[in-house]
Structures are given as C-alpha cells and as structure tokens.
C-alpha cells in the first residue's frame, strides 16, 4: 500500500491479557516509530527503530511492553498483563530516517481499550 | 534526552484572524523541526518543516520560524479558516523525532 497500515484499527481487551499491535511501513523506510496518545494527550514516544541498528527502547514505560522489527519492515508492539492505564491509541509512523530529513509518516492507529 | 514544550495547550480564533502556536526544545544538537496536524480520528500529518539552517518558512498561509539561539520555534497560521480546526504537533529531531503536547486549534466560524 502507499501508506503506513497498522492494524487492528480498534482492539478491546480484557485486563491481564496479552495484546499485539501491527504496523506495515512505507516499503523502502528504514526508520519506524512507535507512539501513545491517551485520550487528549500528546504524543509519547515509546520506541524507535533505524536499520540494522539496535532499538532505542528508552520511552517503554514498563517491562510489559516489548516491540519487534522483523527483517526491516512489519514491527510488532507487544503489550503483556495489559491494564487500564495501558488504554490509549498507539500510532506508528515511519520515514527514510535519513538525517535531517525524516518526514515521518503515520499510521491511522489502534485504539486499545482495557475493560 | 530532548525535551519540547509546546503552547498553548489550547487556543481559540475567530475566523479570519491569526494564530500562533510556540514551542522550545532542549536538545541544542536538533536540526530538524517539522509541525503536524490531527484531525479527529486521523493519524498526524506533516504540514510544514524547517531546518536547523533555516530561520523562516512560508507556504500560503502557513509560516514557521526558528531561534537556534533561544532553541525555540514558532507556526504561524495566518486567515484562519474553519478547516484548520485541528490539533497542532511541534516535533525536534536529534535523530528520532520527540513531539510536544500538542494545541487544540479551534477557529470559530
């Protein structure tokens, strides 16, 4: 597709429960980046993959939250023992993350609701 | 890590008018500085950037400038129209993109 695909688009859990989100980059973008938006809230960075390079993982808030970049494209963030607080929309976004011109481009996102 | 502070958190125009949204980062090493809007239920979307050796940008009605100096930079919209109702995302770049906490627009008719 011409843009980045994140899915599923909505995604009710129960408390406790693991949950996987997916994002499809723009094919050719190395640079991908996870966000949280809770309701009304800023961006919050969570996580940001270059190339080869080794995850900067420095927004995770906490050890139940994981994400995977398979083969330089689809990334996976992962969501253990998930809680209320973990309810937000979470958005990816990549780009060609070339030094100083790193448009990002974002996914619609997944609204994650923990009941 | 870099840090944006981004204001006003809300903001209110009459239609016509002018609107001007503020944000300072920390990092002295960002070079890029792109602005976003989001409109509801929709992914952010770049609207206008500026670079580290750039002090000012125009595309019709928008304009960003930048203060590397005061490490801050500015988006100004100006002959607001209903459709630039969103929400407005500074962002700086030191190599991956940190944003501030956005600004609800709201332009009344």
């Known amino acids: 597709g011409a843009g980045v695909s994140q899915s599923p688009s909505n995604k009710v859990t129960e408390k406790g429960k693991d949950v996987e989100l997916r994002c499809d980059p723009i094919?050719?973008?190395?640079?991908l980046y996870w966000y949280r938006q809770s309701l009304g809230q800023g961006l919050e960075f969570l996580i940001y993959?270059?190339?080869?390079?080794?995850?900067?993982k420095s927004g995770l808030p906490s050890d139940r939250f994981s994400a995977e970049r398979t083969g330089g494209s689809v990334s996976t963030l992962t969501i253990q023992r998930t809680q209320q607080e973990d309810s937000a929309v979470y958005l990816c976004?990549?780009?060609?993350?070339?030094?100083?011109?790193?448009?990002?481009?974002f996914g619609q996102g997944t609204r994650l609701t923990v009941v | 890590g870099e840090n944006v502070e981004q204001h006003p958190s809300t903001l209110s125009v009459q239609e016509g008018d002018s609107a001007v949204i503020k944000c300072t980062y920390s990092d002295s090493a960002s070079n890029y500085f792109p602005w976003y809007k989001q409109e509801l239920g929709k992914g952010p979307q770049l609207i206008i950037d500026?670079?580290?050796?750039?002090g000012e940008k125009k595309d019709q009605r928008i304009a960003v400038t930048l203060n590397k100096t005061a490490k801050h930079f500015s988006l100004h919209i100006t002959e607001t129209q209903p459709e630039d109702s969103a929400v407005y995302f500074c962002?700086?770049?030191?190599?991956?993109?940190?944003f501030g906490q956005g600004t609800t627009l709201q332009v009344k008719p």
């Open positions: 962002a700086a770049d030191t190599g991956k993109l940190i």
């Open positions: 976004a990549s780009s060609l993350g070339q030094a100083g011109n790193t448009e990002a481009f």
């Open positions: 094919s050719g973008h190395t640079a």
């Open positions: 993959f270059q190339g080869n390079s080794a995850p900067d």
């Open positions: 500026i670079r580290s050796n750039v």
